[in-house]
């Protein structure tokens, strides 16, 4: 175990995360009289509303998330340590981080906790297995793996059955992630690989999506939910509302309808977008504060300045804080990060902590793309949808995407998907598929070493 020296120093900030909110708020005291150590679990910031698209084979990997190293080069107050963070002291003011076996403490003066959220599967674990969800490349790659290897197993099999099976798609949850998702399922069938099989026709897929309430995208409100409804059914999909998923297994999975009744889904790939479950670096700190809550997601229910009761040095920000009307979404991390870091400063020259004025976020409205040229869009009292709320779709995305090339990439990839019906990104390995389940068995088996 290594401790970082005690040396003449600057006020050290150590930022948990490389997401939205752990980026911005790294990037935002590129100019402070600090120190910054950021640590993260992944090398790459990533960009998680395009994640769809690399499941789906229109971005690459590398256009949705660049290396956090690289986009903090310049930065010379800021340093990249990979590792997951096991440990938060607050008392003794250190983080714990944990690459392979080397174990880093390192101290902190300011500590932002970016930790974001993970798929939840509300205490059946079990179903993970057989449907991921989206939070992660890793995710995106094998989703990518089994929508494109369902078609070739469905080419390959001689029993209508399993052709059948092979063909059915399903995807849990009617939120945004899960409209997008299946929205791009079916035009990858419908356009992308129509004409690509010879034993099969993609076209007639059956792509369905699950919903246990009873709109699709109820934070949009019921006419851009309605809307988005009527647009996927026109692209095929089934759209199923006022069902729950009550067992997943790897052929299929049983649903539950309104009246009672139970059936099963036979399918081969399943798509889990149904909830969220916070850090838990969430309860870990808030356990140590002086009666910090989380709620039933996990995320820290923060004060009006984002820190937990007792340590106003301590910031909780993005997908782990819990603040009356701020949606996990990127622009609450980011304001959160704006917001924390300006404490930060602001105290630096002087300010007094107990002075703070709360956070305040500002809704600037939210957004879903359903299929090409169709989005939903929500600013304030004002909903509308279809081609303008695409273009404005486009240009958001566009704008939060870090680096001027994988905006170029993106631009060009989406020329190619959404004018022609190409897709540049269909490769697929037997590796991504089970990759994963592999790395998972090793570490069962207690083996020192999983990667490196
Ligand atoms: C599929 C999908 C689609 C989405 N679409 C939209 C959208 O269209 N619009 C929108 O505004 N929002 C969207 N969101 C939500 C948005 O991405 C999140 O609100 C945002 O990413 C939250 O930022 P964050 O920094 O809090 O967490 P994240 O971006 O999740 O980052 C968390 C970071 O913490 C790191 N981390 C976690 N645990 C540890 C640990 N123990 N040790 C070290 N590092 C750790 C992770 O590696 C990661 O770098 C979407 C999310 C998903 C999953």
Redesign the pocket.
Known sequence: MTVDNEVPRRHRVVV????????FAAKHLKRADVDVTL????TH??F??L??QVATGILSVGEIAPATRIILRKQKNAEVLL????GIDLENKTVT?KLLDWERVVPFDSLIV????QQSYFGNDHFEAFAPG??TIDDALELRGRILGAFEAAEVTTSADERQRRLTFVVVGGG??GV?VVGQIAELADRTLAGAFRAINPTEARVILIEAGGAVMPPMGPKLGLKAQRRLEKLGVEVKLNTMVTDVDYKGLTVKEKDGSEHRIECAVKVW?AGVQA?P?GKLIAQQSDGTEVDRAGRVVVEPDLTVKGHPNVFV????MSVPGVP??????IQGAKYATKQIKSELKGADPSARKPFKYLDKG???TVSRFSAVCKVGKLEFGGFIAWLAWLGLHLYYLVGGRNRIAAIFSWFVTFLGRGRGQMTITERWVFARRALEQVRDQETPRAIG
């Open positions: 948990i995360g490389s997401g939205f909110g752990g980026l640590i993260a679990k992944t910031h990533l998680q509303p994640l769809y590792g997951e963070v096991v981080s970016a930790a974001g959220a989206m939070k945004p992630t997008e977008s850090s670096l920000i993005g997908d782990l996990g979404q990127a622009p609450g991390a939210s957004m879903a």
